[in-house]
């Protein structure tokens, strides 16, 4: 029996996907033999995250490791992202965000899917549980703001309907948590949620979004963001800041790309992926 530790990794700051994946590989590749664990070495994970993670019986916290010791002999996992710095020994990496530039490593699946989780799950079904079926939904969901996202995937969506008849799950109850309305109750909350930092053409890059059904009070909301944001890249030393507003109602996208001389916007017509399309646009921009 290989007696290799196996480490599985998701992206920092983990969202749902990440959390679920790790769960579902852990799970996965234990049936399969291996010595296999899912870490999330984050200090915080987000409280929308936990709570929606805990609605469906997964306790993110359980595998919340922060003084976790990457040790050269292990073998690591990466899922819901393809890169990691300062990792010795990556095994495989699953990922949902397919890209052109050449990632060597032995077991590399990143293709065009809904979410990692459809990726481990869809196959694989007899592996699972209804709970975890349950999760793995809940996961593509999420990822994809009930479908509506540029990343969703029409056949996957097909998938996820069969199981629902299947297991008798009620498909519009994950329809609304997949909306993931972001609480707007906490400024700073608001400034940062979902945050990911990119490094593009030497430029550092962060980027965070919001869910939001429009209203006057959002749009006063918003230009305070942007204020604080405006001071947070000045102090901070970065370059650009995007701030991702979707409109859950008529699921169009509105960017904010603040720098530190000036704000532009820009506005796409459909509720629009960051990795997928946001972020690529960006490099587009920078590079021309
Ligand atoms: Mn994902």
């Known amino acids: 029996m290989n007696k290799d530790k196996y480490i599985i990794l998701g ?51 359980n595998y919340q490791i922060v003084d976790f010791d990457f040790k050269d002999d292990y073998k690591y996992v990466l899922i819901d992202h393809s890169e990691r710095e300062g990792l010795k020994n990556i095994f495989a990496i699953v990922d949902h965000h397919p890209r052109d530039k050449m990632i060597k490593c032995k077991n590399y699946y990143n293709y065009v899917s809904s979410s990692t989780s459809c990726i481990i799950c869809k196959g694989r079904e007899e592996y699972f549980d209804k709970d975890d079926i349950k999760l793995c939904i809940l996961a593509a969901f999420v990822d994809t703001a009930s479908f509506n996202s540029t990343k969703s995937v029409v056949e ?42 990119y490094n593009v053409n030497e430029l550092i890059v962060y980027s965070s979004f919001i869910h939001i059904k429009y209203d006057k009070k959002t749009s006063l909301l918003i230009q305070e963001v942007i204020n604080i944001l405006k001071e947070y890249i000045k102090n901070n030393n970065i370059d650009i800041f995007l701030f991702i507003v979707h409109d859950m109602v008529n699921f169009k996208t509105r960017v ?33």
């Open 11 to 61: 992206h920092e700051n983990p969202d749902v996907d990440s959390i679920v994946s790790g769960y579902l590989l852990e799970k996965y590749m234990i049936k399969l033999g291996f010595d296999a664990q899912f870490v999330i070495p984050d200090k915080v994970i987000e409280k929308n995250t936990l709570n929606l993670c805990f609605k469906y019986g997964l306790k993110a916290s």
């Open 156 to 197: 996957d969506k097909e998938w996820i309907k069969d199981l629902c008849e299947k297991y008798s799950f009620d498909y519009n109850v994950f329809y609304e948590d997949g909306l993931c309305l972001t609480d707007l109750d906490n400024i700073d909350d608001v400034c940062f949620n979902g945050l990911k930092k």
């Open 256 to 288: 904010y790309e603040i720098k530190r001389e000036c704000t532009e916007e820009y506005n796409y017509e459909r509720y629009t992926s960051r990795g997928g399309v946001i972020i690529p646009d960006l490099i587009r921009r920078v590079s021309s």
